[in-house]
């Protein structure tokens, strides 16, 4: 909600002004002696979106903000980093940058032929091969050097054939 509720507040009793707190909307409503504290969330509060928290080896550029305008997206110390803000009020939020073999976007996705574009996210893919239980299936791979040691990772991918 971008402005605080104003209207059937309480189904007992006067409603006191209503204010803001986080990402909530607050007010009491009090009959006689009796008074209720009532909240309900600030649907216009900012907020992180899927890729926070998540492990990625690009720079993201998707589901930074379920609610909110994103911020520019920054790396440094193995994170990136960008904040969700709207009004007054922002959240930070992050994914961990990830020098590793990752599966792309062609994962999951049946297809009657070998998947040939978008097979890794991170690293190069090998052939694609069929498999019997009904599957096509590559790896990804991702040789780097880590402080100053080589570091190999590998990444089995899956897609249905259709």
């Known amino acids: 909600l971008p402005t ?10 006067e409603p006191s002004l209503v204010s803001s707190s986080g990402n909530y909307w607050v007010w009491s409503c ?30 993201p550029t998707s589901a930074l903000c379920s609610s909110g305008t994103t911020t520019v997206v920054n790396q440094s110390s193995g994170l990136w980093s960008w904040s969700c803000v709207s009004g007054s009020e922002s959240v930070s939020c992050y994914a961990r940058k990830c020098n ?14 070998a998947p040939s574009s978008n097979l890794c996210a991170g690293g190069s893919p090998t052939a694609v091969t069929a498999l019997s ?27 249905p054939i259709e």
């Not at 605080?4 to 009793?13: Q, R, V, W």
């Not at 599966?103 to 297809?111: D, L, N, Q």
């Open 133 to 159: 239980d009904g599957r096509w299936t590559w790896v990804c791979i991702l040789d780097t050097t880590l402080a100053g040691a080589a570091h190999h990772d590998e990444h089995r991918c899956f897609a």
């Open 30 to 59: 009090t009959e006689g002696t009796l008074t209720a504290n009532c909240r309900l969330l600030n649907a216009s509060a900012p907020a992180c979106g899927r890729t926070n928290g998540t492990t990625i080896s690009s720079k």
């Open 100 to 113: 590793c073999a990752i599966c792309g976007t062609a994962a999951g996705v049946p297809s009657s032929s």
């Open 4 to 13: 605080a509720p104003m209207t059937k507040l309480c189904l007992i009793g």
